[in-house]
Structure formats: C-alpha cells, structure tokens
C-alpha cells in the first residue's frame, strides 16, 4: 500500500499562475474555400472508367496531397493531418455518412462533396491538435 507524501509544488512568491501560449487554431473556412475550388478544377471533366482505376487512383491522390499541403500552408505546426478521399461512380444512387469523434475544441473536421453525371467525390480533411 502507498501513502501520500503529501508533497506539492512551491507557490510562486507573486501568486500569479504563469502564462501559457495560445494554442493555435485551424481556420476552416480557409480550407474550405481551397477545396470547393480545389474538387471542381480536379474533376469537371472527370468520367468514371472501371478499366481506368489508375486514373482514378491519381485524382484520389492528387487531391489528398494537395489538401494536406494547404493544410500544413495553413498551420504549420501544432496539428496532425488526416485527408481522406473517395471517388465513386455516380449511378443516381443515394448514401449517407456520418462521422462521431471525442476530441479537443481547435480539433477539426471539414467534409466537401463534388459530383458530375459520371461520378462524385467526397473528401474529408481533419487536423488534430497535438500541443
């Protein structure tokens, strides 16, 4: 069995708490404007292939690492980046998605959909706060 030492810190002689840096934040709205323009320029003329998937893997691609450069553009330090891409044939079929996370207030989550008659888009970009 283990006892309390009763052991504490020393108070400062001023009684002040010493001040911590701000922590940084993430501007979304940045971002987000970078991908609506970023998903159109990319796909306008975009046409699902089931025999091009390498063409589709190189738009997922492109997409997820110009996203994650603008991100680190944005906030270069103090977050981690997670982007997630899909592209999907668009057959007028409906979907849904939902995201449920436990996280920080300046960790955030912005989801962006583009769509054509040939296929659509969904990207997702999170920036987790480390400091």
Same mark, same amino acid.
């Given at each position: 069995? $283990?006892? +309390?030492?009763?052991?504490? @810190? !020393? %108070?400062? *002689?001023?009684?002040?708490?010493?001040?911590?840096?701000?922590?940084?934040?993430?501007?979304?709205?940045?971002?987000?404007?970078?991908?609506?323009?970023?998903?159109?320029? $990319?796909? +306008?003329?975009?046409?699902? @292939? !089931? %025999?091009? *998937?390498?063409?589709?893997?190189?738009?997922?691609?492109?997409?997820?690492?110009?996203?994650?450069?603008?991100?680190?553009?944005?906030?270069?330090?103090?977050?981690?980046?997670?982007?997630?891409?899909?592209?999907?044939?668009?057959?007028?079929?409906?979907?849904?998605?939902?995201?449920?996370?436990?996280?920080?207030?300046?960790?955030?989550?912005?989801?962006?959909?583009?769509?054509?008659?040939?296929?659509?888009?969904?990207?997702?970009?999170?920036?987790?706060?480390?400091?």
């Amino acid at each position: 069995m $283990t006892t +309390s030492l009763g052991l504490r @810190s !020393p %108070i400062s *002689r001023s009684g002040a708490v010493s001040p911590q840096a701000p922590r940084p934040a993430f501007d979304t709205e940045v971002l987000r404007s970078y991908v609506k323009k970023l998903l159109p320029t $990319t796909l +306008s003329h975009a046409i699902w @292939s !089931p %025999i091009e *998937r390498d063409q589709v893997k190189a738009w997922m691609k492109e997409i997820g690492e110009r996203v994650k450069e603008r991100m680190v553009e944005i906030q270069p330090h103090g977050f981690k980046y997670i982007v997630l891409v899909q592209i999907t044939e668009n057959m007028g079929q409906g979907g849904r998605s939902h995201m449920v996370s436990h996280w920080e207030d300046g960790d955030v989550c912005l989801n962006e959909l583009f769509y054509n008659d040939s296929l659509f888009c969904t990207c997702t970009a999170i920036a987790v706060r480390t400091l």
